[in-house]
């Protein structure tokens, strides 16, 4: 990688004294280089390899076996890891999560939001109803949500289908946010196109003043939504890549028999493990 990133950073000095009458600016201390629009683009430049990036994990004295669930509940299960990520110093956000969505036609998109509350129920998040996510859920009710805990080498997968919260809750919880928070939901048309940052900090100061000294109506296009777990996936990561990944799947009415290798977890869920 560094003979790479040498003959790289070479070339460009090469090119760079080539044109010397461009507009061509190079500083080696900041590494920063701008580039005269004479030189090769940065297709020509070689591709990054990755290839030896790589960490230990667990040894397999440390495995995550089926006796080690401390409950056959996924919920609980989920409490429990969340509570190791929450104790966790060098975890700062033990809730951020990606929640990746889809259109109806199958075009998937992802982005990282915070878990606000999970239950037996499912798992809450709060978001712009408008916004690209809020636009794929309302035609394809259906998301996955992933929490990955480096430190711990552990993730959580979830798969569910998403229903918006009631109303009320919605409001209760805006409310409860830092004033400057309730601002900053009004201001935003969630990924809507906007000028530039002026244009959203202008019309920030603005409300922020009209709000001075009364509150902060919640918008009808802002509020919270739940995800109803279908399957939660409890994986930790192992040296030799032989990860454990143990799943709970939540059985349809109707179906009584467990499928083969599967076993009878709490209610409606059976639990089995996947070969990584």
Request: hydrophobic share 30%; with cysteine; glycine share 6%.
């Amino acid at each position: 990688m560094k003979r790479v990133l040498s003959f790289s950073t070479l070339r460009c000095i090469s090119n760079i004294k080539q044109n010397l009458t461009s507009r061509t600016s190079l500083s080696l201390c900041s590494r920063t280089v701008f580039f005269s629009p004479s030189l090769k683009s940065s297709s020509d430049l070689k591709a990054m390899d990755l290839s030896d990036m790589r960490k230990k994990y667990k040894g397999d004295d440390e495995c995550f076996e089926e006796n080690q669930l401390i409950s056959l509940d996924p919920i609980k299960q989920f409490g429990e890891w969340f509570e190791q990520a929450a104790k966790c110093p060098e975890i700062g956000e033990p809730n951020a999560m990606c929640i990746a969505t889809a259109t109806k036609d199958g075009r998937p998109s992802a982005r990282m939001v915070l878990l606000k509350g999970f239950s037996n129920e499912g798992f809450r998040f709060f978001s712009n109803y408008e916004s690209r996510k809020g636009k794929e859920l309302e035609s394809n009710p259906h998301a996955c949500l992933v929490f990955y805990w480096e430190p711990l080498n552990k993730q959580v997968r979830i798969e569910g289908t998403v229903e918006r919260i009631p109303y009320q809750s919605s409001c209760e919880y805006f409310h409860s946010r830092p004033k400057s928070s309730q601002v900053g939901a009004v201001v935003s048309r969630q990924s809507t196109v906007i000028p530039d940052r002026e244009y959203i900090r202008q019309r920030n100061a603005e409300l922020e003043e009209k709000y001075k000294d009364s509150e902060v109506p919640m918008p009808d296009y802002w509020g919270g939504y739940i995800v109803k777990p279908v399957l939660i996936e409890f994986w930790q990561g192992q040296t030799n890549r032989l990860h454990d990944r143990i799943v709970f799947k939540r059985i349809k009415e109707g179906e009584s028999e467990l499928d083969e290798m599967q076993h009878q977890a709490k209610g409606d869920w059976v639990y089995y493990r996947l070969a990584p």
